[in-house]
């Protein structure tokens, strides 16, 4: 008998129970969505990531303690100094610009009204470290914004908070500043930040002559690493390239990836003893079939492959309808962190849609190779005995 006759009678096999066959299909669906929609954020992110840091300027930046104190490093850095003792390493490694940032977050209980406020040279401009951002409406930072109450708004924070030219933006119970400009929506992170001058938002910080970061922009991006080596052995600070802080967000993401599969695990793990319990049942209701197919001359390898199909394409359409259940998930997490923040924060790759029906096949076929081997094990005469 063909491979194609095997599924066929596995099919039918499946079609003579079909509430107990759809119900079953519905759980592994359940299962494998919820495991493809948590892993799609950690795809997601590292997409994000990586397209966000080709979007910025600098190729090495400089803090206390490198990314260990997270993506909003405190302003704990001396500026002066730094600054200083930068600028004495200008020639040999070709630095062309210095640009001392302070990164603050603006939370609340609604993450919709959650914002980076990011504050950098005036003078410089905001092209220093985003190169890519215009202004839909208004300017941008310019020379002699420095130490005034101004601010540039990125797409979506202006939205989320009702922000137009000329509207008022309190910082703190003290500090507000005039919003001058509101960034073209980009489709990333930018979308959520407030660009101020770093004089306004290190008094509003009360982090007067410390900033969180310095960022450097190298006449050969090629050295980078090498800079960033150099940076950190002599000036004793943490320096870090746009490959060092992928590979920090590729580590991070796969904890997360581990804690999310480990959680979704649970679910698979149950999908599967309800195929094995599907299947087994369909077992014991079918001995005298798989009795007579045996008197008939079929071998007990036969009646094992026969279970095994059943188990297998019974996982297959759970994986396929979990495939297109997670799908239907990644794209109402989408819309909503692109309404949140203008991002896309969950992907379907290939990768994830392999390992989804990998899983899948491979819970059925395990699920399906204690009922086959019953199966198999059954005498002919107590089979055709059973009524």
Not at 38 to 52: D, K, M, T, W, Y
Not at 169 to 198: C, K, M, Y
Not at 254 to 267: K, T
């Amino acid at each position: 008998m063909s491979v194609r006759d095997l599924w066929q009678l596995a099919f039918r096999g499946l079609l003579r129970r079909p509430v107990r066959t759809v119900l079953t299909a519905l759980g592994i669906t359940v299962a494998v969505a919820s495991m493809v929609i948590f892993l799609s954020l950690g795809e997601g992110l590292r997409r994000v990531f990586a397209q966000e840091l080709s979007n910025i300027g600098p190729d090495v930046q400089v803090s206390l303690s490198g990314f260990t104190q997270g993506f909003t490093p405190s302003p704990e850095l001396p500026e002066a100094d730094t600054v200083a003792r930068l600028e004495g390493l200008r020639s040999e490694l070709g630095i062309e610009r210095i640009t001392p940032v302070v990164i603050g977050v603006r939370g609340g209980l609604d993450p919709s009204q959650s914002y980076v406020l990011y504050g950098l040279p005036a003078a410089q401009g905001v092209a220093a470290v985003f190169p890519n951002v215009q202004a839909a409406q208004g300017r941008l930072l310019r020379p002699p914004d420095e130490n005034q109450a101004v601010a540039v708004v990125g797409a979506k924070a202006a939205e989320n908070a009702g922000l137009k030219l000329g509207s008022t933006l309190r910082l703190n119970r003290r500090d507000s500043v005039q919003v001058v400009g509101i960034l073209a929506p980009a489709g990333s992170f930018t979308d959520s930040f407030i660009l101020l001058p770093i004089r306004t938002l290190q008094r509003a910080s009360s982090a007067q002559g410390r900033v969180s970061t310095v960022a450097l922009k190298l006449r050969e991006p090629t050295t980078a690493q090498a800079a960033a080596k150099t940076i950190t052995e002599r000036l004793e600070l943490e320096a870090q390239t746009q490959g060092d802080f992928l590979r920090f967000v590729d580590r991070a993401l796969r904890i997360s990836d581990a804690v999310r599969f480990g959680i979704s695990l649970i679910a698979l793990i149950v999908g599967g003893l309800a195929v094995a319990n599907t299947v087994m049942m369909g077992v014991f209701e079918r001995t005298r079939e798989f009795g007579t197919l045996r008197a008939l001359g079929a071998p007990p390898v036969f009646v094992r492959r026969l279970v095994l199909t059943e188990s297998l394409l019974l996982a297959l359409v759970g994986g396929v309808g979990g495939l297109l259940l997670g799908a239907l998930g990644i794209w109402g997490v989408n819309l909503y962190t692109q309404n949140l923040a203008g991002i896309n924060a969950a992907a379907l790759t290939l990768r994830l849609t392999l390992l989804a029906l990998g899983i899948s096949l491979l819970l059925g076929l395990l699920a399906g190779l204690l009922p086959a081997r019953a199966a198999s094990k059954m005498r002919i005469t107590e089979a055709l005995g059973r009524i």
